[in-house]
């Protein structure tokens, strides 16, 4: 019932910059936590930000000082503000976030389809 859909990516040059988002619809009470992933080819997956119901947030050293996460709870979206983008930060970026539907606890298991990023140089 809880559908997760990344947007905004594209191809871009070296030093350009691009704004993802992630939209949560279905059976939502609530939202806590909620994160951006990425996976390149035959690389594992990695963390690439985080933001707290609260709007407490949390990057990788990789993208500190470049990225921005953000959400916007009245609308059930997160975003990821990508500046100075590097070759290296191409990859297929998802969404994930710990969402409560109608019971006490929050469920972690929800992930967006991806939306690839490629950097060119």
């Known amino acids: 019932q809880v559908q997760l859909v990344e947007s905004g990516g594209g191809l871009v040059q070296a030093g350009g910059s691009l704004r993802l988002s992630c939209a949560a619809s279905?059976?939502?009470?609530?939202?806590?936590?909620m994160a951006w992933y990425r996976q390149a080819p035959g690389k594992q997956r990695e963390s690439v930000a985080a933001?707290?119901?609260?709007?407490?947030?949390n990057y990788a050293d990789s993208v500190k000082g470049r990225f921005t996460i953000s959400r916007d709870n009245a609308k059930n979206t997160m975003y990821l503000q990508m500046n100075s983008l590097k070759p290296e930060d191409t990859a297929v970026y998802y969404c994930?976030?710990?969402?409560?539907?109608?019971?006490?606890?929050?469920?972690?298991?929800?992930w967006g389809q991806g939306t690839q990023v490629t950097v060119s140089s």
């Open positions: 994930t976030a710990d969402i409560k539907q109608s019971s006490d606890y929050f469920y972690s298991g929800y």
């Open positions: 279905g059976s939502i009470f609530s939202i806590g936590a």
């Open positions: 933001i707290t119901s609260g709007g407490s947030t």
